[in-house]
């Protein structure tokens, strides 16, 4: 009789799992997820090498970070924090979120080539990092998730005067 219970229980733990805290949802709905025209339109605006990326590839690559990462619009942080507007943003600095000393000492800003070195092997980019994620070893797959978080993740390319 308690079998039942104890099922639901787990179930219930099990999906809580990496919820970053229990934050809470955001009080205003996030923006609706880029439509196919608008990730091409985005996509071709994006500088060499991205421009050139397979975002379908790019999806299945952010596959190995989903467990640690979300990339909506105020999505919660988990083991890692929510990348939603990681371009541009100063490294180690995002709300309700403890980085690693080694990342709140850093002094640089997020963009497409300091990714790429970071998701080359974390560890070996930045010492002291709590990361540990081994990295992505194909150059090609680092562009592809690059420029699918480009385009997942609220990217606005820099306006040319």
């Known amino acids: 009789m308690n079998r039942p219970i104890l099922i ?20 205003t709905p996030a923006r609706p997820a ?11 605006t994006l500088p060499a090498p991205y421009n050139a990326a397979d975002l379908d590839n790019g999806r ?5 970070c989903r467990s640690c990462h979300t990339i909506t619009e105020g999505g919660p942080n988990m083991t ?6 990681v371009f541009g943003r100063q490294a180690g600095v995002h ?3 403890n980085y690693s000393t080694a990342l709140k000492q850093a002094d ?12 080359e092997n974390p560890r070996t980019f ?7 994620f081994a990295g ?20 606005s390319p820099p306006v040319q005067p």
């Open 60 to 64: 299945r690559v952010f596959a190995r």
């Open 108 to 119: 640089f800003v997020w963009d497409g080539e300091r990714l790429d070195h970071w998701l």
């Open 126 to 132: 930045l010492k002291g990092t709590k990361m540990s």
């Open 136 to 155: 992505i070893p194909v150059a090609e797959d680092r562009r592809d998730v690059i420029a699918f978080l480009k385009v997942e993740t609220g990217y």
């Open 80 to 85: 890692g924090p929510n990348l939603y507007g």
């Open 8 to 27: 639901l229980f787990g179930a219930l733990g099990l999906a809580a799992c990496g919820q970053g805290g229990g934050e809470a949802a955001p009080a």
């Open 95 to 97: 709300a309700k979120y």
């Open 34 to 44: 880029p439509t196919p025209e608008q990730r091409a339109a985005l996509l071709a």
